[in-house]
């Protein structure tokens, strides 16, 4: 599998506040993506088969199995198909979880990973939303490409 294929895009940054419960942050170019901040209580992404931030390597394991290739910082795991979860850990905690699905079919809907944000289609088909849950420190986004043959997920601190 190409890595490289998982690095969605770089842009420059433009940011808009809007007072409220919400920050929307744009990314400008051809890669646009709104961030909003949820309440605590907003219906996004947290775990994924029982994996969270700040849970330990034994923990993940105890959850999903022994890792496809694991390093002192991070471990792959394999889902269905060609499908992964990669895990990143900082001082011996997950850091953060990178979901990769090959096919659109095997990615959880959209609300159930950013709940009600915006889903933007960028200028060369694909979609991408953001959110951060600022009351737990963490933040979630979903990108697929126009296709659908790669979908990432990542939640991250």
């Known amino acids: 599998m190409n890595r490289s ?5 770089a842009s420059s940054l433009s ?8 920050v929307v942050i744009g990314i ?3 890669s646009d993506v709104t961030l909003v901040t949820a309440q605590k209580s907003a219906k996004v992404m947290r775990e994924f088969h029982g994996v969270k931030l700040g849970m330990k390597s034994e923990q993940v394991q105890a959850a999903v ?20 979860l990669t895990v990143h850990y900082d ?4 850091k953060a979880m ?3 699905f090959v096919d659109a079919k095997n990615a959880p809907p959209w609300n ?16 991408v939303a953001r959110v951060e849950v600022s009351e737990e420190k963490f933040w979630v986004s979903m990108y697929q ?5 790669m979908t990432t997920i990542t939640i991250s601190r």
């Not at 940011?15 to 419960?21: E, Y």
């Not at 199995?65 to 992964?84: A, F, H, R, V």
């Not at 001082?91 to 997950?94: A, H």
């Open 5 to 9: 294929l998982r690095k969605p895009f």
């Open 15 to 22: 940011i808009t506040l809007i007072l409220g419960s919400a």
């Open 28 to 30: 400008g170019g051809s």
């Open 65 to 84: 199995g022994k890792p496809e290739t694991k390093s002192e910082t991070s471990e792959e795991y394999k889902l269905t198909g060609d499908d992964t």
């Open 91 to 94: 001082g011996g905690v997950v």
């Open 98 to 100: 990178l979901l990769y």
């Open 112 to 127: 159930e990973v950013v709940g009600n944000a915006e889903v933007k289609v960028n200028d060369n088909g694909a979609k």
């Open 145 to 149: 490409n126009k296709s659908g043959t």
